[in-house]
DNA sequence: CAGTGGTCTAGACCACGGA
DNA sequence: CCGTGGTCTAGACCACTGC
């Protein structure tokens, strides 16, 4: 099928071994057979073994251990993939035209929760930027976003006016680490004026922690607008 | 360094590639040498390049296509992933012992909400299951959840006073298809009860749609204690 | 058409970790 | 200790797609 030839591909054994698990031919926590009598059965060599159950491990079906052999997982740990598109990229993606406007860009000290937060030492400066992302006219998204001067000093010259905090960062500053977390809160005052929601309604939130190579670079909370929803398919 | 030997492997090559994408060195939008070349460069065969530079490009760093050549990515479309783990694993991660119990499971004829969610022909016969679990006595997560009676017949004689139907689901059915998406609500009467927390209060939402070979399985609602937080390290 | 990545083979050495 | 998976080599054929 995969290929045009008759050959046996790491895809079609995928499938195979998919198949035989939810058939239940292979029952959880089973021990499968090992790779070289798998190529036997499969008439093609290890690596080509190799590369379909490492693959099914990878997306959480099997579970791989030197000498112990492979499992099928009882409870397979399946994982869900959200792409953490750009604002931009998400409003353009839902067909509607995206608008960025800037709020306030300040320079100051680093509150403390903050400091707390990114374990940054007291007083350390930071520029403060709060911006909106728009679908249109409608509001899509409100931003609060902390960038750690230290960590990037071009930001004190840097003009948010045209382009967004994000955006700018992604060309300006790579990451090696990211802390992503979603949870509901409550609008207040502020964020119910931006989303155009009432006071105190639930608002689907981010926030964002991101690190170069152990030095915290920016904190950024995004609080989306009645509706949103994140979604993924597997 | 991964290696005891000195040999070059296609890790060391992912990290050399990701270090020059980081310094600039490769631009983005810039166009990398071909496989071959970069082989004779890390003096290792084409194989192993082909796998550094195939694992980059799945996890958004580069894009590959066959006669264009290998680009870095402009906007690293790096993604999420967050696992799903069962409710009992997550609270058990937190420290906490985990308790299940049974709300109410009755057989009832789809709602026409759930009908035309799940594309059942009207009047489908489904089993709707409401339960509870709490880290110790601590509410932690509200479940709401429909079941298609068509697709697990064995859903009538099941008891779920002692399983969940989450656990008993998994154990019993495979699926190859789910949506899953997550939200910010605000708690109803009901859930406000069994959350322990205010009518109106933000709550941290679940949606979830399973199918097996295009039959939809199970709608899920999970509602999720006060102060839960989906989080996610990369 | 021709260049690039995608995949397979046949064989090898080795790291890990269970018994 | 020694079986199992993890990885690399050297070479090959081919699918796709931009020119």
Redesign the pocket.
Known sequence: MA???D?????DIKQTVLARIRSGKWQPDSL?P???ELAAEFS?????V??A??ELAEEGYLE???????RVLSAPQRQARFTIPMVRDEVEALGGTYRYALVSADSETAPEWLSARLALSPKQSVVHVRCMHFNGNTPFQYEDRWIVTASVPQVQQTDFSEVGPNEWLIQTVPFTNVELSFLASRANATVAGFLDVTEGDPVFTGERITWLEGQPVTFAKMYFAAGYRMTTEF
């Open positions: 290929q045009s030839n050959t046996t591909s790491y895809k499968l090992n790779e070289q093609c060599t290890r690596t080509t190799n590369r159950m490492r791989r251990r030197r000498k112990a052999g492979t």
